[in-house]
């Protein structure tokens, strides 16, 4: 039986880091390299390391174990009103979470140096809890989230199907408005978000449009995520950090919240605008396994 990487469900860590590199040269290079880092199968210094690859890269790595189906964000989702979600799909990603900043910064220089010339780092963002449940919207997020018992049964490939063990990741950076948020009264932001912002109730009369509306689970089907905020004072926003079994449920979602299943965008988009749209695959730890050379296990 596969498992799957560790990190995707270490919940309670307080910072965070998000590496994407680009091949320097040759694409499977940059998979070994990445598998041949002493962890992405537990932990490492404290610190979880999770790796995921560009959809066609690590079908071309593995194609015994690569979804079908599952493809790069190639292309921008352009919604109705010109709203557009930008495609900046890099090779490789690393999502470092642990207790403290510091021993985030020391594992990512670490892993940054270890994958040397076979990859080059084209984003970077650190990200931090806040108010322990929170985005910088001043709402709780994530409160449809699955518990740790059921997660895995929604983010992770089932064993018999192939890729199995392995998870979809949809990684996207959100920058805020905030002087245009925080100038709504906290009912008009409700109204927006649909759900109260002392508890987190659903409202019964939320708009079509409202974020609850728009990304409504039971319609577009049920993801794992792993959101958190990011930035400074003045300029600040959320890492979407979802992971799905499939990548339908992602990708409807991403096509509700632009308008083109309903017509109407998703109200928040008004507020909050997406900088960054990568999907990449998770694999299980023993694929990872299987690629790093026989002196690293």
Avoid at 29 to 52: C, F, H, I, Y
Wanted: charged share 25%.
């Amino acid at each position: 039986m596969r498992s799957p990487q560790g990190g995707i469900f270490a919940l309670g860590t307080a910072s965070h880091a998000y590496l994407e590199f680009d091949a320097s040269g040759d694409g499977p290079q940059l998979v070994t390299a990445v598998a041949s880092l002493r962890e992405p199968r537990t932990t490492m210094g404290g610190v979880n390391l999770v790796a995921g690859f560009r959809p066609e890269l690590w079908r071309e790595v593995s194609p015994e174990d690569s979804p079908d189906d599952l493809h790069g964000f190639d292309q921008d989702v352009t919604g109705t009103d010109g709203f557009v979600m930008p495609a900046t799909q890099h090779d490789a990603v690393l999502w470092l979470s642990g207790s403290a900043y510091d021993v985030i910064f020391e594992t990512a220089r670490v892993a940054i140096a270890e994958l040397g010339e076979a990859g080059s780092l084209v984003e970077e963002t650190s990200s931090w809890s806040y108010m322990h449940d929170r985005d910088l919207t001043g709402f709780i997020d994530g409160t449809e989230n699955p518990s740790l018992i059921d997660a895995p049964g929604l983010a992770v490939v089932p064993e018999g199907q192939t890729g199995a063990g392995g998870a979809v990741l949809l990684l996207q950076k959100w920058a805020h408005d905030a002087p245009a948020w925080e100038a709504l009264s906290q009912a008009e932001q409700e109204r927006v978000i649909g759900r109260t912002k002392p508890d987190s109730v659903e409202l019964d009369d939320k708009p079509d449009d409202s974020h609850v509306a728009t990304t409504d689970q039971d319609r577009f089907g049920k993801i794992f995520r792993r959101n958190m905020p990011y930035g400074t004072v003045t300029d600040h926003g959320t890492m979407f950090v979802g992971f799905s079994s499939e990548q339908g449920p992602l990708a409807t979602m991403l096509e509700s919240m632009a308008g083109l299943k309903g017509g109407t965008p998703d109200a928040l988009t008004r507020y909050t605008k997406p900088l960054t749209g990568a999907y990449y695959f998770v694999p299980s730890t023993e694929s990872l396994r299987r690629l790093a050379p026989e002196d690293e296990d």
